[in-house]
């Protein structure tokens, strides 16, 4: 089936570092590729999406690319932010049939920024 | 433009206990969905609907669970007898059409359950 993973639970960074948040996925049709970030009691929010082009999104100084043949849509920004400190969700909605309206979530990757 | 509204913010429960959770997505959005999201984990897909038809319920614990979606706008979610594994945040998120798989799900801020 769908599914996304994400491997670390907690990223710890001075403010100032590059960002690396990583994310890898499993579908049998080319899905969407999606980041969303929660700050702490609200809710989730998107943060930037896949094209069907090869165009990298970018948002808030963020960016990803979506790698197909390693199956990958890692996060990253050259220098983290004390207000970056949120949860990052990858996730994907799969790309046939009814099924192309489900968003399914990785568990997540809580990102703490430190001065 | 107002966002996905949820209500209550909060609720707190016994065992065995009933209650419902009440979404008004963004006006215009035919697509509607509930999440449920425990503690550190990520947000699971309990149901989804268009207009006011169940897309995918295959999810929801259908024994305790239910959800309407009457008119096509507004929709209740509902636990019979809640259970302690209940215990999650319940988020409702809306999207616009069915026409790509890459439209934007935007979400409430979520009904925080705790069962006792």
């Known amino acids: 089936g769908d599914s996304v993973t994400q491997t670390e639970g907690l990223v710890t960074l001075t403010e100032g570092l590059p960002v690396m948040l990583n994310c890898t996925y499993q579908?049998?049709?080319?899905?969407?590729l999606f980041w969303y970030v929660q700050h702490l009691n609200e809710a989730p929010k998107l943060l930037l999406k896949?094209?069907?082009?090869?165009k990298r999104p970018e948002h808030q100084g963020f960016h990803a690319t979506l790698h197909k043949s390693s199956s990958s849509f890692h996060l990253q920004k050259s220098s983290a932010q004390l207000s970056d400190s949120a949860l990052y969700y990858c996730?994907?909605?799969?790309?046939?049939?009814?099924?192309?309206?489900?968003?399914?979530f990785g568990i997540g990757t809580l990102l703490s920024v430190k001065p | 433009e107002a966002g996905v509204t949820q209500s209550p913010r909060y609720a707190v429960l016994q065992e065995g206990q009933a209650v419902s959770f009440w979404c008004d997505p963004i006006?215009?959005?035919?697509?509607l969905y509930w999440y449920q999201q425990p503690r550190d984990q990520g947000p699971q897909l309990l149901v989804y609907?268009?207009?006011?038809?169940?897309?995918?319920n295959s999810q929801l614990p259908s024994d305790r669970f239910s959800a309407v979606r009457p008119k096509g706008t507004n929709s209740t979610l509902k636990i019979q007898s809640a259970k302690q594994g209940d215990t999650a945040t319940y988020l409702c998120?809306?999207?616009?059409?069915?026409?790509?798989?890459?439209?934007?799900?935007?979400f409430g801020s979520g009904t925080r359950l705790t069962v006792l």
């Open positions: 998120a809306s999207r616009a059409g069915l026409g790509t798989s890459a439209e934007t799900l935007y």
């Open positions: 579908s049998t049709y080319s899905p969407f």
């Open positions: 896949s094209f069907t082009d090869n």
């Open positions: 996730a994907l909605t799969p790309n046939y049939g009814s099924s192309g309206n489900k968003l399914i």
């Open positions: 006006s215009g959005h035919d697509t």
């Open positions: 609907f268009r207009d006011e038809a169940v897309i995918d």
